[in-house]
T-cell receptor, first 113, second 114 residues
Framework: DTEVTQTPKHLVMGMTNKKSLKCEQHMGHRAMYWYKQKAKKPPELMFVYSYEKLSINESVPSRFSPECPNSSLLNLHLHALQPEDSALYLC????????????FGSGTRLTVV | GNSVTQMEGPVTLSEEAFLTINCTYTATGYPSLFWYVQYPGEGLQLLLKATKADDKGSNKGFEATYRKETTSFHLEKGSVQVSDSAVYFCALSDGSSNTGKLIFGQGTTLQVKP
């Protein structure tokens, strides 16, 4: 298995909702990442987990809450989002936290209404 | 800080034309360099990579050479196809920082017309 699987593919949520994005990989990778991509822009790093521990938080607002329950799973919990948070959320993994050999998921397209 | 600069698009070519997308970088140390491709509505796919000076990455007819003296990693393809239409991102990773962070250029949209 050489894929990173993200669910759901599309999500529409209201500003008072709570939802979660899920990411799964079975490649034995020990680093997992969340990126946010706005339309016609490059991805921007949000969080890095290395060996199931949060190693980087790029000053992301607390309405985004990451979780790494085990080495194969990565969640992003969403609460009280704003319309400007609408974007493509990409999960990725790599063997180690060295930025080499990333595999990206197809992303979750989030719309906040 | 580390940064990547790509030529602005969109780049519009006819099928079978030669493609060059310029990419230059600024980095401390010895970064690894990557080209990613993003097709409409999809995530990013690694197209090719190079980890040290003078390395040439290649895949699916695309090539790029890591040029330390000019801090460049230009993407080339000899004959583009309509199916190559996508957004191309140049990126670097500073492995010495142990953060795993990828730094992307702004992306270049390629449109290939039949």
């Amino acid at each position: 298995d050489t894929e990173v699987t993200q669910t759901p593919k599309h999500l529409v949520m209201g500003m008072t909702n709570k939802k979660s994005l899920k990411c799964e990989q079975h490649m034995g990778h020990r680093a997992m990442y969340w990126y946010k991509q706005k339309a016609k822009k490059p991805p921007e790093l949000m969080f890095v987990y290395s060996y199931e521990k949060l190693s980087i938080n790029e000053s992301v607002p607390s309405r985004f809450s990451p979780e790494c329950p085990n080495s194969s799973l990565l969640n992003l919990h969403l609460h009280a989002l704003q319309p400007e948070d609408s974007a493509l959320y990409l999960c990725a993994s790599s063997q180690d936290a060295d930025g080499y050999g990333y595999t990206f998921g197809s992303g979750t397209r989030l719309t906040v209404v | 800080g580390n940064s990547v600069t790509q030529m602005e698009g969109p780049v519009t070519l006819s099928e079978e034309a030669f493609l060059t997308i310029n990419c230059t970088y600024t980095a401390t140390g010895y970064p690894s360099l990557f080209w990613y491709v993003q097709y409409p509505g999809e995530g990013l796919q690694l197209l090719l990579k190079a980890t040290k000076a003078d390395d040439k990455g290649s895949n699916k007819g695309f090539e790029a050479t890591y040029r330390k003296e000019t801090t460049s990693f230009h993407l080339e393809k000899g004959s583009v196809q309509v199916s190559d239409s996508a957004v191309y991102f140049c990126a670097l990773s500073d492995g010495s920082s142990n953060t795993g962070k990828l730094i992307f250029g702004q992306g270049t949209t390629l449109q290939v017309k039949p």
